[in-house]
Each structure stands twice: as structure tokens, then as C-alpha cells.
């Protein structure tokens, strides 16, 4: 399911919304999401999942054409943790 498909699904379902105002507080939630991992908070959902930043450090790694050492810097990057309900819904019990 990509964003368009998203607000489409919950305006069929509340038709007393216009569509133009489930696409601005789908693009506030995803926006206030965005910023909190930004700033290096974590988002929890209770029941689908927590967002957070991991910090990766840097390191050396490899070229894999030339096998030549090449450095990486630090970085952060997104992780997500899937919720026990969504885990347990996606396993079948």
C-alpha cells in the first residue's frame, strides 16, 4: 500500500471527510513522525510498532569491484520494531 492508496482507503471509510483534509493529517502524521526521528525520538504506536534512530559507527569496509579498503563514516539510520499485536496478526494467532 503506497500513501495515495492510504488516504484513499480512510476517505471511502469517513465520507463525512473530504479528501483533501485526510491528505493533510495523513501528511501531518507522517510530517510529526519525520521531525520526532529527526530530532533523535522515538515513535511509538501502540499495538503496529516503534520508530527510533539507530546510530551506526563508522567503519571500513570494502569495495566489492576492487576489494579496496574504503572508509564510512558514522551515520544514523531509521528502525522500525513491530508491536506484539501486529506480530501475532501477521503470524496467524
Request: proline share 3%.
Amino acid at each position: 500500500m503506497i500513501k495515495s492508496e492510504l488516504i484513499q482507503k480512510i476517505a471511502e471509510e469517513n465520507p463525512h471527510l473530504y479528501q483533501r483534509d485526510v491528505e493533510r493529517i495523513v501528511g501531518t502524521i507522517f510530517d510529526e513522525i519525520v521531525e520526532a526521528m529527526a530530532q533523535g525520538n522515538r515513535v511509538e504506536l501502540r499495538g503496529f510498532g516503534a520508530f527510533s534512530v539507530k546510530k551506526r559507527e563508522s567503519r571500513v569496509g570494502r569495495n566489492p569491484r576492487t576489494g579496496e579498503a574504503v572508509d564510512v563514516d558514522e551515520k544514523h539510520v531509521p528502525f522500525f520494531k513491530t508491536g506484539k499485536l501486529l506480530r501475532d496478526r501477521l503470524n496467524g494467532k
